[in-house]
Structure formats: structure tokens, C-alpha cells
């Protein structure tokens, strides 16, 4: 014969499944309102570092591109004007340079590179080197082949000459940097070249390259041979 639960233990049973129903409830509620928006705020913080982080790494690689490519033009720019300067007074019996068009930021030379004749008149034999400001770019001008450019965004040229003076009674020489002459042996050159502007850097940067050039047919160099 099956006996009947008791009212009073089927009471307590309801309400134990009541109580374990209402504990499953509260554990499933989730994040409240302001778990989220403090899990949001550190997200949008963690993006921000990291979006920072990848635009100063850009930045830095295009500025150092752009210094790269600006040095790269320049040391390209410096050969030609050493080639060409080193050459100055070739086939002639003296340095090459007129001295009368030379300053800081001009250069004018010759040099006989023909060497079939006495004059100057043929390409590459009757050149300047200039500054213009105008187009912020070293000018290569050739008495016969016209103008061309060197090298542009450049915010300045300085030809420095040194003259090498032989005292005639004790043979000592005497350098001294001042105005071309018939005694200038040596030329330096710098230019200032302009870096193009990279977002999130600096601007207005520039990089200084020079170049040290002898002129190897001056009187002075070519009686140490």
C-alpha cells in the first residue's frame, strides 16, 4: 500500500525548486550596465594606444624615406659638381677658375677637355654652378649646352675656396679659406637640401651634405706630383 507525501514535505520541496530557479536566474543576469560601458572605455583606450602606435611607426618610415631619397639626390648632385669642379683648368696653365664670377654662392671655371686646341668654346669646357633662389635649386650652365638642373629643393649652396700660398724663401705653405684666386686649390662645397614634409613629423627639416674637391690642375697641386 503506497503511502501519500505529507503536505508540509511537499510545501518544503516546492520551495527548494523555487529558491534553486530564482540562484539560476541571478547567476545568468550577465554584465551590468556598468561593466560594460568601464569594458567599452578600456577597449576605446587600447585602440586608441595601438592606432597611435601604428600611425608614429608610419610616420617615422616616411620621414626616413623622405631623408633617404633627399640624400640620395644630394650625394648624386655633389658627384657631378666634384667630377666637374675637379676637372677645372685641365689643359690650361692655370686653376680654371674665373675668378671674377666666383663667390659663395656661385662658381664659374674652364678647362680645355678637348685638349686638341688652346680654347674653351666646346661643351663641358666653359660651365657655372649657381644658387637660384627663385626655384630653390643648384643651375649647372654651360656656355654651349645651354641650362640644366642639378638638384632641386635645396634652401642653400656655399663654395668655400682655400687658397695654398707657397713662401717663395722658406717653402712653407700658407691655407687660408677667403676669395677664389689664381692660388685656390681646394673648394668646399654644402648643400642644405629640404626634406619633404611627413605628416605627424616636423616640418621644415633639413639635412647638410658637403663635399671637399681639389683641384688637381691648380699650379700649387700639380707641383706636388
Same mark, same amino acid.
Given at each position: 500500500m503506497?503511502?501519500?507525501?505529507?503536505?508540509?514535505?511537499?510545501?518544503?520541496?516546492?520551495?527548494?525548486?523555487? #529558491?534553486?530557479?530564482?540562484?539560476?536566474?541571478? #547567476?545568468?543576469?550577465?554584465?551590468?550596465?556598468?561593466?560594460?560601458?568601464?569594458?567599452?572605455?578600456?577597449?576605446?583606450?587600447?585602440?586608441?594606444?595601438?592606432?597611435?602606435?601604428?600611425?608614429?611607426?608610419?610616420?617615422?618610415?616616411?620621414?626616413?624615406?623622405?631623408?633617404?631619397?633627399?640624400?640620395?639626390?644630394?650625394q648624386?648632385?655633389?658627384?657631378?659638381?666634384?667630377?666637374?669642379i675637379?676637372?677645372?683648368?685641365?689643359?690650361?696653365?692655370?686653376?680654371?677658375?674665373?675668378?671674377?664670377?666666383?663667390?659663395?654662392?656661385?662658381?664659374?671655371?674652364?678647362?680645355n677637355?678637348?685638349?686638341?686646341?688652346?680654347?674653351?668654346?666646346?661643351?663641358?669646357?666653359?660651365?657655372?654652378?649657381?644658387?637660384?633662389l627663385?626655384?630653390?635649386s643648384?643651375? #649647372?650652365?654651360?656656355?654651349?649646352?645651354?641650362?640644366?638642373?642639378?638638384?632641386?629643393?635645396?634652401?642653400?649652396?656655399?663654395?668655400?675656396?682655400?687658397?695654398?700660398?707657397?713662401d717663395?724663401?722658406?717653402?712653407?705653405?700658407?691655407?687660408?679659406?677667403?676669395?677664389?684666386?689664381?692660388?685656390?686649390?681646394?673648394v668646399?662645397?654644402?648643400?642644405?637640401?629640404i626634406?619633404?614634409?611627413?605628416?605627424?613629423?616636423?616640418?621644415?627639416?633639413?639635412?647638410?651634405?658637403?663635399?671637399?674637391?681639389t683641384? #688637381?690642375?691648380s699650379?700649387?697641386?700639380?707641383?706636388?706630383?
Amino acid at each position: 500500500m503506497m503511502t501519500r507525501p505529507s503536505t508540509s514535505k511537499l510545501r518544503n520541496t516546492q520551495n527548494g525548486a523555487v #529558491r534553486s530557479c530564482a540562484a539560476s536566474v541571478e #547567476r545568468d543576469d550577465g554584465f551590468t550596465l556598468v561593466e560594460l560601458i568601464m569594458s567599452m572605455l578600456i577597449t576605446l583606450v587600447i585602440l586608441g594606444v595601438a592606432v597611435g602606435s601604428f600611425s608614429g611607426a608610419l610616420g617615422a618610415r616616411d620621414r626616413e624615406t623622405s631623408r633617404t631619397d633627399a640624400l640620395t639626390s644630394a650625394q648624386a648632385a655633389l658627384n657631378i659638381l666634384s667630377r666637374e669642379i675637379g676637372n677645372s683648368g685641365y689643359g690650361l696653365t692655370t686653376n680654371g677658375l674665373v675668378t671674377a664670377d666666383c663667390t659663395g654662392k656661385t662658381l664659374h671655371f674652364r678647362a680645355n677637355t678637348g685638349n686638341h686646341d688652346l680654347t674653351t668654346n666646346a661643351a663641358g669646357e666653359d660651365v657655372t654652378f649657381y644658387y637660384d633662389l627663385a626655384s630653390q635649386s643648384v643651375v #649647372r650652365y654651360d656656355s654651349v649646352g645651354g641650362t640644366s638642373g642639378i638638384i632641386n629643393r635645396v634652401s642653400d649652396v656655399d663654395f668655400v675656396y682655400y687658397n695654398y700660398v707657397v713662401d717663395a724663401t722658406t717653402g712653407n705653405v700658407t691655407i687660408s679659406a677667403g676669395s677664389p684666386s689664381t692660388d685656390t686649390a681646394r673648394v668646399n662645397i654644402t648643400l642644405k637640401v629640404i626634406l619633404a614634409n611627413v605628416q605627424g613629423q616636423p616640418t621644415n627639416r633639413t639635412e647638410t651634405v658637403t663635399s671637399d674637391v681639389t683641384l #688637381r690642375n691648380s699650379p700649387y697641386m700639380l707641383s706636388q706630383y
